[in-house]
Every structure is written in structure tokens, then in C-alpha cells.
T-cell receptor, first 110, second 113 residues
Framework: AQRVTQPEKLLSVFKGAPVELKCNYS??????LFWYVQYSRQRLQLLLR??SRESIKGFTADLNKGETSFHLKKPFAQEEDSAMYYC????????????FGQGTTLQVKP | GAVVSQHPSRVICKSGTSVKIECRSL??????MFWYRQFPKQSLMLMAT?????????EQGVEKDKFLINHASLTLSTLTVTSAHPEDSSFYIC?????????FGPGTRLTVL
């Protein structure tokens, strides 16, 4: 079964500290993995996707098929990074259907 | 990026009434849209896949007769919550797919009294 697990509900760090938001997935095929972010009172928006291997707002995420993980990292957290982060998986049917993890609230303290 | 709108942004209704929520893709055509439900401080739960010109595909455990989905055009999908009850109160979010991802609407807060 397809499943995305984000083990941390809340991650609280100080400004300038490194951040790692964990995401593990369960999928039998070749999944596409995404990170979505939801800032306070805003809609969900795409942060990055594994196929593009890009860095957005200083965040990166590497797909580790051996560990079935797609952890989101940033070396130096900023206060404006405070938001809800969702890891999501899209199946190989390429319909755009997404399975979301439970979400992790990132709180960056000054 | 592309924009997806939802209307209304919030609605309050009496128990037993039906509520229609619209999801529009404003600057692109979406043959497939998705409806999610989000409980407070919880994840998005996929309810159904809305397919333009054909029947929606519902996820396991979602009542298709209660949550009616119509995707009559390439830019509009509607979700009708029929005979709403207080337990249907939630945040409903739609998304429109594009290659390798999705654009999300701002959501509709439904409160059933």
C-alpha cells in the first residue's frame, strides 16, 4: 500500500540552526516525491520535487530508495521558514493524485 | 504558477441541507482535479478524483452518494455535500494536476450546525 510517514508533528529550532524534516514512504513502484509547504493562512504550495533535484529557498531533499526516505533539509533555518510541511507521493500513473504524510510543523524561533 | 480558485471560501449551513463547493482552474485546462479533506492540524485526506466528462473515482471509505462530484468542463469541478451533518464540518481543498505536481485551491471551510 502507498503510504507516507512524517514522524515528527512539530520541529522547533532556533534561527540559523540546521533543519531536517523526515519523510519515509512505502510504495512498490517508482514513486515521485514532493514537498509541499503551507504558510499561515495561505494555500498549500509546491516547495520542491525529487525529479528536478533543485534547491528552493535553501531547502533540498534527496530521494534515498534504499531507505525509502525523502528528508527535507536546510542548513540554516530562517524565521520565515516557519510553516507546515507536507511530504507527498505521486504514483506512477502520473494522474497527479497525491498521497500526503501527516505533516510537520516547523517552528523557527528568533 | 497556475491558479486554482474555490468558492465559497467558507460556508455555514444547517444540518440536512446540501452545500455545493466550486473549484476552478483559472488559466489552464484540468482534465483531472482532486478533492481533499483536511481536519484541524491534520493531513490532507484524498476523497476523490474528479475526471472531466466521466464519473469521479472515490477513495475507499468515501460515500459517493454523500459527496457528489461533477466535472462538467475542463476548468470546473464541483463537490456537493448532500444532507450535511455536523461531522461533515471540515476544510475541503481541491487541486488541479499538472505534469509532476498539482496546484491547490485556497480551501473551503464548511461548518454544519
Amino acid at each position: 500500500a502507498q503510504r507516507v510517514t512524517q514522524p515528527e508533528k512539530l520541529l522547533s529550532v532556533f534561527k540559523g540552526a540546521p533543519v531536517e524534516l523526515k519523510c519515509n514512504y512505502s510504495y512498490s513502484g517508482s514513486p515521485e516525491l514532493f514537498w509541499y509547504v503551507q504558510y499561515s493562512r495561505q494555500r498549500l504550495q509546491l516547495l520542491l520535487r525529487h525529479i528536478s533535484r533543485e534547491s528552493i529557498k535553501g531547502f533540498t531533499a534527496d530521494l534515498n530508495k534504499g531507505e525509502t526516505s525523502f528528508h527535507l533539509k536546510k542548513p540554516f533555518a530562517q524565521e520565515e521558514d516557519s510553516a507546515m510541511y507536507y511530504c507527498a507521493l505521486s504514483d506512477s500513473s502520473n494522474t497527479g493524485k497525491l498521497i500526503f504524510g501527516q505533516g510537520t510543523t516547523l517552528q523557527v524561533k528568533p | 504558477g497556475a491558479v486554482v480558485s474555490q468558492h465559497p471560501s467558507r460556508v455555514i449551513c444547517k444540518s440536512g441541507t446540501s452545500v455545493k463547493i466550486e473549484c476552478r482552474s483559472l488559466d489552464f485546462q484540468a482534465t483531472t482535479m482532486f478533492w481533499y479533506r483536511q481536519f484541524p492540524k491534520q493531513s490532507l485526506m484524498l476523497m476523490a478524483t474528479s475526471n472531466e466528462g466521466s464519473k469521479a473515482t472515490y477513495e475507499q471509505g468515501v460515500e459517493k452518494d454523500k459527496f457528489l462530484i461533477n466535472h462538467a468542463s475542463l476548468t470546473l469541478s464541483t463537490l456537493t455535500v448532500t444532507s450535511a451533518h455536523p461531522e461533515d464540518s471540515s476544510f475541503y481543498i481541491c487541486s488541479a494536476s499538472f505534469q509532476h505536481g498539482a496546484f491547490f485551491g485556497p480551501g473551503t471551510r464548511l461548518t454544519v450546525l
